[in-house]
């Protein structure tokens, strides 16, 4: 397993993030099969309601998925989960355990990401701390956290000038709005609803990751 500091051509592209009011039960593994074959780069494993048993059995399957389509699997919030399911990785906010612990616990070559909402200076933080990729947002209006700080563009390009590290973008974002978080220097686009929560899963990570390509054009954003 190389880290994501390796090589940033492998950590570019659609990251998709489970919701179990989107995708309940066994569609659950169904819509994550789906938004693979449309070309989710990486998965992130979110579910904060369920007990324990369940979520250590559907992050177990999903670490099973992932591994047979070849895309890095990540657990939200919970290191110890994703070192039992023997996951790639884990994404950690700001009341989740720290970047150290989980780095203790997971040993030097599991990925681990850290939200970072709106502030540059958490991100420089977690760039010294050893994380491997930092995310920003919301950048839209979001669904899933509607209470979310706003984050802008001009933050993506700020941090692109100052972090080494691969930069991830999420908060509202869809087909029509994400191209204009990647040309100011988004490395991925992670979203929930405008993939997990269409009929067509398959088709709108499609969509989503289309938006990666050159030449993809996008509505301007003020």
């Not at 099969?33 to 309601?49: D, E, I, P, S, W």
């Not at 080494?164 to 191209?179: D, F, K, S, Y």
Request: positive net charge; contains cysteine.
């Amino acid at each position: 397993m190389s880290s994501p500091t390796d090589t940033r051509a492998r950590w570019r592209g659609l990251y998709a993030i489970t919701d179990p009011a989107r995708t309940p039960g066994p569609r659950l593994f169904e819509a994550v099969a789906a938004a693979l074959r449309g070309g989710a780069r990486v998965v992130q494993y979110r579910n904060k309601t369920a007990p324990p048993g369940v979520r250590r059995d559907e992050a177990a399957r999903l670490a099973a998925l992932c591994r047979a389509h070849g895309a890095p699997f990540l657990v939200n919030d919970d290191p110890r989960l994703a070192a039992e399911v023997e996951a790639d990785g884990v994404h950690l906010g700001r009341e989740d355990p720290e970047l150290r612990q989980a780095r203790r616990l997971l040993g030097p070559r599991r990925w681990i990401g850290i939200s970072c909402y709106n502030r540059l200076e958490r991100a420089r933080q977690a760039q010294d701390a050893g994380a491997d990729y930092v995310a920003f947002g919301r950048f839209f209006p979001s669904r899933t956290k509607p209470e979310a700080v706003p984050a802008t563009p001009a933050l993506l390009r700020a941090a692109r000038r100052e972090l080494r590290l691969p930069v991830v973008a999420i908060g509202g974002i869809t087909p029509e709005n994400g191209r204009v978080l990647i040309e100011a220097g988004a490395d991925m686009l992670a979203v929930i609803h405008a993939l997990f929560g269409q009929p067509d899963v398959e088709a709108a990570a499609r969509a989503l990751a289309r938006l990666f390509e050159p030449g993809v054009p996008h509505d301007p954003i003020p």
